[in-house]
């Protein structure tokens, strides 16, 4: 019988918006995998930890997995990821593999899941609150209403392209962009707000273009709406 590989979203930052399946999970289950190279540096564990101290105590493996721009080596480390959870799950052991955010939203985990999923193996995706929602949450504002559509943008990869269409605009892991969006955003006449870090004891919020420095953290949110809207 083999285990069941769960990818489970702990969500942004504030360990009280971890969901109780998610909060469950990690209790039932004996092996937790984190990416990095040291599970208790993670984000994501130092997340969790606050809201299930039982997880100090549970067999903890990491999972290095670096975000790297050479596409051949990015799918070694996700195959090589694969690998080391079936390695769990050939010995009928389940495995919680711990994500920021929500699991179906530029979630680590998925990589690994698709190797598993054609292998033959059980996963099953378990949400978290997402960090847009946080951050919308955060700044006291809706992502949209009535008939506005929202575009969600991974802006580290600098695809532009859709800063044409109609709509409020979402931009994921924008710091070290966040001149030039500030700067492209503003002349589309648009209104923007950011969080960096959202719901972490380091939270930083700006509620206009005029307050953005050039540059800021990795986890840097970007919300973005037509000034009239």
């Given amino acids: 019988m083999k285990g069941k590989a769960y990818g489970v979203g702990v969500g942004p930052g504030d360990p009280e918006l971890m969901t109780i399946k998610a909060v469950r999970l990690i209790k039932e289950n004996d092996v937790i995998m984190v990416p990095g190279k040291d599970p208790k540096e993670s984000v994501a564990y130092k997340i969790a930890i606050q809201a299930v101290p039982e997880l100090a105590a549970k067999e903890l493996v990491p999972v290095d997995m670096p975000m790297l721009k050479d596409r051949e080596e990015l799918i070694k480390s996700h195959k090589k990821g694969a690998e080391l959870m079936r390695s769990y799950l050939d010995k009928g052991r389940n495995v919680v593999f711990l994500t920021l955010g929500d699991s179906t939203v530029y979630c680590t985990f998925t990589y690994i899941q698709k190797y598993l999923i054609e292998d033959g193996y059980e996963t099953e ?105």
């Fill in 125 to 229: 995706l378990v949400n978290g609150i997402t960090s847009f929602c946080a951050a919308a949450s955060r700044l006291n504002i809706p992502l949209a209403e009535w008939n506005e559509p929202i575009h969600i943008l991974p802006a580290v990869h600098g695809d532009d392209e859709c800063f044409d269409l109609e709509g409020n605009y979402v931009l994921m892991k924008s710091g070290s962009r966040m001149k030039e969006l500030r700067e492209k955003l503003s002349a589309s006449g648009r209104d923007i707000k950011a969080i960096v870090n959202c719901g972490m004891d380091d939270e930083e919020v700006y509620y206009n273009a005029g307050e953005l420095p050039d540059e800021t953290g990795y986890f840097t949110l970007l919300i973005s709406k037509r000034k009239n809207s």
